[in-house]
Structures are given as structure tokens and as C-alpha cells.
Nanobody, 127 residues
Framework: QVQLTESGGGLVQAGGSLRLSCAASGLSFSRYVMGWFRQAPGKEREFVAGIRWKTGNTDYGDSVKGRFTISRDNAKGTVFLQMNSLKPEDTAVYYC????????????????????WGQGTRVTVSS
């Protein structure tokens, strides 16, 4: 059974940092892509970052490039999202997701391509 569990959300002032974690179990990581998405009230779910587990290749949404960094710990089966220089517009529920059909080199950014999801962790950035 696949299980993704996010943690690390909270309230932070603009300009601050947070580190999100996603503990994954029940996956054979070798060919999967792990992604972070976010959803703000009234908005569609947005791709934030993705990492191909085997190679470490990464991709980022335009709105977070240069501020957020995705990484993974192979031994612990955990994916991280380091968020720096946070802005009020980063406020959202952040979800960890797994794309198990990621056969192409490119990291997919459509939420519909991700089969497994965590329950989400809320990030609030105050101005």
C-alpha cells in the first residue's frame, strides 16, 4: 500500500523559510517521479517542483524557481521541499505526489498524471 505523509507546514512571515518533508512508503522508487503541488483557495492545483528519484533530475514551476529546492533522501525514502524567500502568494496547501508512470525523461507537471497523493500540509505566509 502506497502512503505519502507530508509534514513541515506552518505560519511564517514573508521572506522567511520552511522545509516540507514527504515520507513515502510502498513505492519502488527506481523509476518514479515525486512532485510537490500546491492549491490555494479558489485556485487550481499548481505544480511546484518535481524530482526523478533515480537520477535526481529536477524541475520547478516558474513562480518558485530560484527560491524553492526539491531534494530526496534515498535511504529514508523522503522527499524535501526547501522554501526560501517566501511570499504571501505562496500561501496554500502543499501536497506531495508520486507519478508512477513516468517513463519519459521529462518531469510531468500535470496533476492528473500523478497517481498517489498525500493529505497535504498547510503553509501560510503573512505579509
Amino acid at each position: 500500500q502506497v502512503q505519502l505523509t507530508e509534514s513541515g507546514g506552518g505560519l511564517v512571515q514573508a521572506g522567511g523559510s520552511l522545509r516540507l518533508s514527504c515520507a513515502a512508503s510502498g513505492l519502488s522508487f527506481s523509476r518514479y517521479v515525486m512532485g510537490w503541488f500546491r492549491q490555494a483557495p479558489g485556485k487550481e492545483r499548481e505544480f511546484v517542483a518535481g524530482i526523478r528519484w533515480k537520477t535526481g533530475n529536477t524541475d520547478y514551476g516558474d513562480s518558485v524557481k530560484g527560491r524553492f529546492t526539491i531534494s530526496r533522501d534515498n535511504a529514508k525514502g523522503t522527499v524535501f521541499l526547501q522554501m526560501n524567500s517566501l511570499k504571501p502568494e505562496d500561501t496554500a496547501v502543499y501536497y506531495c505526489a508520486a507519478d508512477v508512470g513516468a517513463y519519459s525523461p521529462a518531469i510531468r507537471t500535470n496533476a492528473d498524471d500523478y497517481e498517489y497523493w498525500g493529505q497535504g500540509t498547510r503553509v501560510t505566509v503573512s505579509s
